[in-house]
């Protein structure tokens, strides 16, 4: 997996997350997972294909869902209903289009899913993708709250 693929997807996270939470963002240490791996509870899914071929996942607990959407939307939110569902799509909206307007800058030619949204317990996102890793990385928001971007890229098999 090529670095030029990761970086704009995590700059574009840490960018997106600061901005639209109005709060320090650090990133947590890079580490790798098998592609078939559990989610935490909530997490939004963008397929890639063209040049590339995978899927970016922003993964986090349903608490960390109900307080970002709280903050995106100047609410309270107690109940993960449509409206926060909605809010986590045009998060993973925001952030993807951010990086893919970088990687379109760097030629990379590719096209992007709608954000599907995943939620509950003991669920597993597998991907197949052969032998590619994710590369994890953590966005700790404070207060104990996480958001980890899940990066599965490769380039197109010809």
């Known amino acids: 997996m090529r ?9 574009s996270a840490y960018n997106v997350l600061k901005e639209v939470l ?11 997972k098998p592609t078939s791996m559990s989610i935490m509870g909530v997490a939004a899914l963008v397929g890639l294909a063209g040049d590339v071929e995978g899927r970016v996942l ?19 939110f ?7 569902k909605a809010t986590i799509q045009e998060l993973a909206n925001m952030i993807t289009a951010q ?10 030619k590719f096209d992007l899913t709608p954000p599907a ?7 597993e996102v597998s991907t197949n993708l052969g032998e590619v890793e994710a590369l994890i990385v953590p966005m700790e928001l404070g207060s104990g709250n996480k958001i980890e971007v899940n990066v599965a890229i490769r380039e197109r098999v010809k």
């Open 58 to 76: 922003f993964d986090m607990t349903k608490d960390t869902a109900l307080s970002v959407a709280g903050s995106m939307n100047g609410e309270n």
């Open 99 to 108: 990086a893919v307007t970088k990687l379109h800058d760097l030629c990379f």
């Open 3 to 11: 670095v030029e693929y990761i970086n704009p997807f995590v700059e």
């Open 22 to 32: 109005n709060s320090e963002v650090k990133r947590g240490e890079i580490y790798l």
């Open 117 to 123: 949204l995943f939620t509950g317990d003991n669920m």
């Open 78 to 84: 107690t109940v993960f209903d449509e409206l926060a």
